[in-house]
Structures are given as structure tokens and as C-alpha cells.
């Protein structure tokens, strides 16, 4: 069994905090009414109550929301109607995956309703956490991290929709007005630049799978390398600053990339932060990257009998950018299949499963993709034994100091006229030489493009790749089986539903 802290355990047992502890006793008080100042007196007590923004980032990873609009929109990624009728969908797969959105995607209304129930959240604990009077020495570190968490889903709205309604008082009733993605940009360097020195600097058991300073250091990272874009001004000495907190900080490369995403990963000394999940305490939310990829006859290749559905897989070009001699190549699980005892896994008696690079096609109903094709994930490592329905123990990484070292290096190659220098190289080897130990880059060698492609074989289905094909000016251009996007795409649009409740909202141009 993972070994947890206690407070850690808290994450995966809350489903809403105080409002939740009890249900049994009807002569109990009203959890909702509850003075804060005879809840909240032990920094274990608060913390209870900031344990529901962690549980709320748990749902990141419902396969029909960030996983939609971070993963099945880019070019790493294809999820085809599949013989059967398989992963139809109403076409929404379909479209995400030609950049067809509609502010009645699903996708696209649970991806709104994530980033603003967790900043509504944050907001009720920073609000009960101004109210209590008894004296927590730890308070102003809380408060810094709730509002580091708060940034993160700001972060996260501003990224995928642009322009975005910003409010920070819980008692403020009055419908929010959006603010310019300038405005937003300029409120979170500003905001997160203030908790830095309030946020713990050193990862601990305790703080595990919490906003850290290493966390903030790297959305401000993001921010800079992305200002360009959201802002409309280069800040690439900005990125670098941030990217150098985090570099010369606590933090360093593992020595086996695949660690990162070992069932046990909580003691890696390169992720800086990561969503916990755990198959026993862990049963609302769950993580199933099993489920959404790999066939069901895969289960006999992994021992586990949970349900997979055979959907999720690598674009052929995208596969074809991993070297036979990158271990990253690993990432895929590609060819005939066996069982774990070397028995070939038979969809028909006369037809193995076989996984093949390509895929057929996007949408042809006369000849769909074939439940086999394509190249399925396997970075996270699969734990024998996975019940139906049940969470992976991997904890999900977010950011991780790889991404700093080739942020900066980016923002050196940016300054130079996006030429390489050999700063900028020295850094880039550091990740890349990890994994693919007979090759290295030169000034020569490390161009825009190639870095763009390291990124996205050291970085394969973590988030990254929407926004790092927008910074490279990649997103609109055509794929396989995606055609030119028209402009709008660059954002998503705000759902109906929103527009709707908040009349002080406009819809992204083009929708």
C-alpha cells in the first residue's frame, strides 16, 4: 500500500470539507452555519477545508474535460470512429479533433465550469479564513497557497478562453465583469509574485500534491513564455528568471524518466506538482488513462481486469518523432500483443491485436478505424490488479522540472533571434541525452522546430502541447485529418449556458 501522510490521506477522503463530516446525527448544528471561529483554531482544521480545492483538481482528469481540450484537440493525439460505432459521441471527438468547436461542447462547458467552481471555491475558504479571529500562526502561508491555487485555475480559464470574468470576494453577489486577457495576465503576475515568499520552498510529505513555491514559480514560468501570446509583449528575461527559481531550487532530474509516472511516484525529485490519487481512497474522480486508451484485451498484457475502452491514441506523425533509440519511444505500446505469460491476444480467433502506427481514418462510417489502430498510451506505468472502475495510485504530474530546463532554454533561443545558443543547448541536452544516450544537440542542430519536437516527445500527453503548438505558431496549420483552422480556434468559446447567467460576457470572435 502507498505509504501517505495523514494529511495527504485528507485530499483523497474529503468530498466537501466541514459540510461533510457528518450525516448520521440529526440533532447535530447546521455544518453550513457554523461559527468559524469555533471550526477553524488548528492549522489541521483549516486545512481540512482546503482539502476540497484538491479534491475539485482531481476532476481534471474526467476524460470529457481537460483531457478534451488540452489532449484530444492537438496533433499528439486521434480518437477515430472505431469499427462498431466505437467512440461516436455525437462527433464531438470528431470535431475537437478538427478544431470544430461549439459553445455546446461538453468539453467546452465542463472545461468553464472547472476553472470557475475551483476559483469559487478557493474564494469561500480565503473568505472563512479571513473571518476567523483565533490566532493560526500558519494562516498567511494558507492564505498564499489558496490563492495559489486560485491562480491556477485563472491560469487555466485565461489560456483556454482568453478573456475571462475575475472575481476574488465571495461576498460580492454582483455579477463579475471579464476582464481582458491583458488585465488577467497582468493580475496573476502580479498576484502570484506576492505569495512566493509565503510559500513553502521545500518539497515535504506534507506539502506533497500542494501549491509550493516551486508551483508558482512555474506558472509564472508559463506566463512569461506565453506573454507573447496573452499579452501581446515578449517578457522572455522574465520566463527565465522564474525558470532559474525553479532550476537552482530543491528540485532535480530522475535519473529514469519513466519514474516520474511509476505507480509509487510521490518520491520523485522532479515533479513539482501533481494531483494524488490512489485506488483505495480514491473512488469519486478517478484517474483511468487505462480506460480511455488501451483495448480491453490489454488487461491480460497488465494482470488487471478494470475496463478499457479503446479509444485514445498517438497520431502517426506524432509517433513517428520518437527514435528507435529514445527510451521515450516506450511512451507507446505499439505492435502484436501478448499476454503478461507470452499468449497472443486474439480480438477473432484468426485476428491478433496488434496496435499499428496508423490509423485509417477520422470518421468513415463504410471503413472505420479499426479498434487496434493506432499507437496507445503507456507512460504511466499500469498496476496489476486494477479493479473495474477503480483509480490508478499514480499521482498526476502537472509540472516538473524538465519543463523549467527546456522553458528557459526557449526563452535563450527566443532572445537570439530564435537561433540556439549554447546555453540554450547545454539545457536541452541535460533532458533529451536522459533518454536518448547517442545523440545530443549542437547550436547547429537545435532549431525551433526540433525543440518543439523534444518538447513534445519529453512532454506526451501532460497538457503541454495545445498551448506549446499556439506559441510556435503551429495550431492552425493542418494535420492528419484536420484541415487549416480558421482563427477563432486559437480560442475556445465561452459556453451558452455562461452567457446565459452573466450578461457582462461576449463571446470569443468567430462563434
Known amino acids: 500500500m502507498k505509504k501517505i501522510s495523514s494529511t495527504i490521506a485528507l485530499w483523497f477522503c474529503l468530498l466537501g470539507g466541514l459540510f461533510t463530516l457528518s450525516c448520521t446525527d440529526l440533532d447535530e448544528k447546521v455544518f453550513s452555519s457554523l461559527d468559524v471561529n469555533n471550526f477553524f483554531r488548528t492549522e489541521s482544521e483549516v486545512m481540512q477545508n482546503v482539502g476540497r480545492i484538491y479534491r475539485h483538481l482531481r476532476a481534471y482528469n474526467f476524460y470529457f474535460g481537460a483531457t478534451a481540450l488540452d489532449l484530444a484537440t492537438t496533433d499528439e493525439t486521434i480518437i477515430p470512429l472505431r469499427e462498431g460505432n466505437l467512440w461516436w459521441d455525437n462527433g464531438e471527438w470528431i470535431q475537437f479533433h478538427r478544431h470544430e468547436f461549439h459553445p455546446n461542447h461538453r468539453a467546452v462547458g465542463w472545461g468553464w465550469e472547472f476553472c470557475f467552481n475551483g476559483v469559487t471555491m478557493c474564494n469561500q475558504v480565503l473568505s472563512q479564513l479571513e473571518e476567523t479571529t483565533v490566532p493560526i500562526e500558519t494562516k498567511p502561508n494558507i492564505i498564499a497557497e489558496v490563492k495559489t491555487m486560485r491562480a491556477f485555475f485563472f491560469l487555466k480559464a485565461m489560456d483556454w478562453f482568453g478573456d475571462i470574468p475575475v472575481t476574488t470576494d465571495f461576498k460580492d453577489t454582483a455579477l463579475p465583469v471579464q476582464r481582458t486577457r491583458s488585465e488577467v495576465f497582468d ?3 502580479s498576484e502570484l ?11 515535504t510529505r506534507k506539502n506533497y500534491g500542494r501549491a509550493t513555491r516551486g508551483l508558482a514559480n512555474m506558472m509564472l514560468t508559463k506566463l512569461y513564455l506565453n506573454a507573447e501570446v496573452w499579452k501581446g509583449t515578449p517578457m522572455w528575461d522574465k520566463a527565465i528568471e522564474h525558470a532559474d527559481q525553479v532550476i537552482n531550487g530543491p528540485y532535480s532530474l530522475s535519473e529514469n524518466f519513466f519514474s516520474n509516472f511509476a505507480v509509487q511516484n510521490e518520491n520523485s525529485p522532479e515533479n513539482i506538482f501533481v494531483i494524488p490519487y490512489d485506488r483505495t481512497y480514491v473512488t469519486n474522480d478517478i484517474l483511468r488513462i487505462y480506460s480511455w486508451t488501451l483495448n480491453s484485451l490489454s488487461r ?19 509517433y513517428n518523432l520518437f527514435h528507435p533509440d529514445d527510451i521515450r ?13 507470452g499468449e497472443p491476444l486474439m480480438i477473432t480467433p484468426s485476428r491478433q491485436l496488434n496496435y499499428t502506427p496508423g490509423v485509417r481514418a477520422l470518421n468513415n462510417p463504410e471503413n472505420p478505424a479499426l479498434v487496434d489502430e493506432g499507437p496507445r498510451f503507456k507512460k504511466y506505468e499500469y498496476e496489476p490488479g486494477l479493479l473495474n472502475n477503480q483509480s490508478m495510485s499514480n499521482d498526476f504530474v502537472l ?11 526557449e526563452a535563450l533561443m527566443r532572445k537570439n533571434g530564435n ?8 539545457l536541452v541536452n541535460q533532458v533529451h541525452t536522459r533518454s536518448f544516450k547517442t545523440h545530443s544537440y549542437t547550436v547547429e542542430t537545435l532549431t525551433m522546430d526540433e525543440l518543439l519536437a523534444e518538447r513534445g516527445r519529453e512532454f506526451a500527453w501532460e497538457g503541454h502541447r495545445r498551448t506549446d503548438l499556439i506559441r510556435f505558431g503551429k495550431w492552425l496549420t493542418p494535420w492528419y485529418e484536420k484541415p487549416q483552422s480558421p482563427e477563432r480556434a486559437l480560442l475556445f468559446p465561452v459556453p451558452y449556458f455562461a452567457l446565459d447567467l452573466n450578461p457582462h460576457l461576449k463571446q470569443n470572435t468567430g462563434y
Open 187 to 189: 493580475f496573476l503576475a
Open 193 to 203: 509574485t506576492a505569495q512566493l515568499p509565503l510559500l513553502d520552498e521545500t518539497p
Open 300 to 318: 491480460f498484457t497488465f494482470n488487471f481486469s478494470a475496463g478499457a475502452w479503446s479509444g485514445f491514441a498517438a497520431l502517426e506523425e506524432f
Open 329 to 341: 519511444i516506450e511512451t507507446w505500446l505499439v505492435g502484436p500483443q501478448f499476454s503478461s505469460s
Open 399 to 409: 509540472y516538473r522540472l524538465a519543463d523549467a530546463i527546456l522553458m528557459k532554454a
Open 419 to 426: 537561433m540556439a545558443t549554447e546555453e540554450a543547448v547545454a
